[in-house]
């Protein structure tokens, strides 16, 4: 049982990691002038977007974030999954 827990956690561990690499390549991304229909950028967008929505949606509830210029919910999302990653160790057997 010990095993599998270990496996499971390290399982979430690199998933974590992996989709906190590809936000950061797409915040890199959207700094290029690179054209949005390409297959890279679909892909990043496709992958990390459903992460950011709900986050997104939150935020829209205040009338602060939601009249604000700035869209904020994908650093919290960043956030979230950082602070995400720094718990699971203590889950870790």
Known sequence: MR?????IVNGVWF????????????AVLSWLPLDEDSA???FLYTVTEPLVVPVRMLLERFSF???????ISYAITMLLLFLLQE?????RI
Do not use: K, N, Q, W
């Open 15 to 26: 998933l974590l990691e992996l989709l906190i690499l590809l936000m950061v390549g797409r």
């Open 40 to 42: 890279i950028f679909r």
């Open 65 to 71: 974030f939601r009249d604000s210029p700035l869209d």
């Open 3 to 7: 095993y599998i827990v270990y496996f």
């Open 87 to 91: 718990l699971l160790p203590a889950v």
